[in-house]
Every structure is written in structure tokens, then in C-alpha cells.
């Protein structure tokens, strides 16, 4: 039973352009959301999160939105750098402690 | 400062052996984590460890797997007679406890395969 999703296993986008991915979640019950981000060989390192009573969170380049009503997640990266290029995974939790992720899409931001 | 280490890096066995995992959390992390992420599929949460409260045992796919943590340092995760289904890369994660941000820091990972 899989409570976060990330329906596109993959991305490209040019470089300079933003980037978006998507994430969607089926348990009402999360109060906080995270992002990932992941290179080949290394474990998942932190980006960036939002609690569920705010809507947008900002961090230099990185943007994630939540929207409740339709428990849909993104993560914005604009511009987006070849550097970016990694997989991102979403990940929620309950307010128990351990982390719910989802599959993870790759980025490929292209020079 | 160090972050969370795992050892060995990668690991092949034969179907039927032991085989035991190793974390060393970030000095000072209370709470300590353990996942696996088999090919293609998100990470998948294995067991919790907070101080020297009973572990969340409850992501454990089977009795065949376990895990022991020495205070607030290191953990070992066991897993006895291994099947090629447990092939995976298992990582571990620490944190602070309490930790409103939930952030977890996450070692490298130990790939695992099982022949």
C-alpha cells in the first residue's frame, strides 16, 4: 500500500527552465512533508520541507507547494542547473517518527 | 563533523547465509533508522530506535530479519538465511530527538546481493 506516489519515474528539462515534480499522498493524517534529493552511490541527502499548515515553502532556488485539498506535493527548481541532476524522492510522516517515501523521479536537467 | 557511516559498501552473498549490517549514527543523534530500497521501488522503513525505548519493529518483513543498537551509537542489522528477494540497498538514517523538522540524515547505503 503505497501512501506517497510519484507517478513519473523521470524528468528533463533544459537547463535554466524550472523543473517540477509532482507527488501525490492518500493519508490525511501526515503533518509534514520532505524532499529528498539523491545522487548514484550516496544515501538521500535533505532539500527541503513544509509543514501541513503552510502552503509554499522557499529556499534559494527550491519552492515546495502543498496543496491539501488534493494531498498533491511539488518541488520547483528554477532556474534548474545540470548539477540538480539526481533523483528526488518525496517523503511524509504522521507525526510518528518514521518517514514515508515515494519512489523517487530521476531529474536530468541537460546543459 | 562525521555523518552517518555504513559498512560494509556492498556485499554479496550466497542464498541461505547470514548476514549482518553496520550503522554508525551521526555523535549526539538520539534516534536511529534502518531502510531498504530494492530496484525500482521508494524506501521502505525496516525498524526505529529512540534512546532506550522498545524499537518500532514494525516495518520488519519477516522474523528472519533484526537488529540491535548498543545505547545511542552503533546498530547492526542482522538478516538470517538470506533469499534473493532481500537483495536491496539497506540504509540507515539518524536524527535528533525531538526533532520537529523530522529531518533524517541518511548514510550511503549497503547494497546487498543475495545469489
Known amino acids: 500500500d503505497q501512501q506517497v506516489k510519484q507517478n513519473s519515474p523521470s524528468l528533463s528539462v533544459q537547463e535554466g527552465r524550472i523543473s517540477i515534480l509532482n507527488c501525490d499522498y492518500t493519508?490525511?493524517?501526515?503533518?509534514?512533508f520532505l524532499w529528498y534529493k539523491k545522487y548514484p552511490a550516496e544515501g538521500p541527502t535533505f532539500l527541503i520541507s513544509i509543514s501541513s499548515i503552510k502552503d509554499k515553502n522557499e529556499d534559494g532556488r527550491f519552492t515546495v507547494f502543498l496543496n491539501k485539498s488534493a494531498k498533491h506535493l511539488s518541488l520547483h527548481i528554477v532556474p534548474s542547473q545540470p548539477g540538480d541532476s539526481a533523483v528526488y524522492f518525496c517523503a511524509s510522516r504522521t507525526g510518528a517518527n518514521n518517514l514515508f517515501f515515494g519512489t523517487g523521479t530521476r531529474l536530468t536537467v541537460i546543459p | 563533523g562525521a555523518g552517518v557511516s555504513q559498512s560494509p559498501s556492498n556485499k554479496v552473498t550466497e542464498k541461505g547465509k547470514d548476514v549482518e549490517l553496520r550503522c554508525d549514527p551521526i555523535?549526539?543523534?538520539?534516534?536511529l533508522y534502518w531502510y531498504r530500497q530494492r530496484l525500482g521501488q521508494g524506501l521502505e522503513f525496516l525498524i526505529y530506535?529512540?534512546?532506550?525505548?522498545?524499537?518500532?519493529k514494525s516495518g520488519l518483513p519477516s522474523d528472519r530479519f533484526s537488529a540491535e543498537r548498543t545505547g545511542e551509537s552503533v546498530s547492526t542489522l542482522t538478516i538470517q538465511r538470506t533469499q534473493q528477494e532481500d537483495s536491496a540497498v539497506y540504509l540507515c538514517?539518524?536524527?535528533?530527538?525531538?526533532?520537529?523538522?523530522?529531518?533524517?540524515?541518511f548514510g550511503p547505503g549497503t547494497r546487498l546481493l543475495v545469489l
Open positions: 538514517a539518524s536524527s535528533f530527538q525531538p526533532d520537529r523538522l523530522g529531518t533524517q540524515y
Open positions: 555523535s549526539g543523534h538520539t534516534a
Open positions: 530506535f529512540q534512546g532506550n525505548s522498545a524499537p518500532d
Open positions: 493519508n490525511s493524517m501526515f503533518d509534514y
